[in-house]
């Protein structure tokens, strides 16, 4: 099964995204079968920010975005990402700019749209 999960919420300040990304995660984890994409929208782009540093026994969106670039994919909306002076070269390796149009083909390709 295909799975959307399209995030929101900026990386910190609200566990939305963190949980969003959690659930991506086990999802992949947990399931050989299933396949994810994430789509990062609004302030949730700056979640694909390389070179994020947090504190020590808190949680890191970069780092949780690692695992599900090994077998899924992350998007960002390139409107979003120009909106908030985001360029391509300050994302995550393996992140990719995007657009409404996709995430629109991506929407009617899922089996589950999830949104946080």
Avoid: W
């Avoid at 999802?27 to 609004?42: A, I, R, S, Y």
């Avoid at 920010?49 to 949680?59: E, L, R, S, V």
């Avoid at 969106?61 to 990402?81: A, F, I, Q, W």
């Amino acid at each position: 099964m295909r799975f959307l999960i399209i995030l929101n919420d900026p990386p910190y300040g609200t566990e939305r995204s963190y949980n969003g990304l959690r659930l991506a995660g086990n999802l992949l984890t947990k399931h050989e079968d299933v396949e994810v994409d994430v789509f990062l929208m609004g302030d949730a782009v700056a979640c694909a920010k390389a070179g994020q540093t947090t504190p020590n026994g808190y949680y890191n969106l970069e780092r949780m975005l690692k695992p599900v670039l090994r077998r899924g994919r992350v998007l960002l909306c390139g409107s979003c990402m120009d909106a908030r002076g985001l360029k391509e070269p300050e994302v995550v390796e393996g992140a990719k700019r995007s657009s409404l149009d996709e995430l629109t083909q991506l929407t009617v390709a899922a089996g589950k749209v999830l949104v946080f």
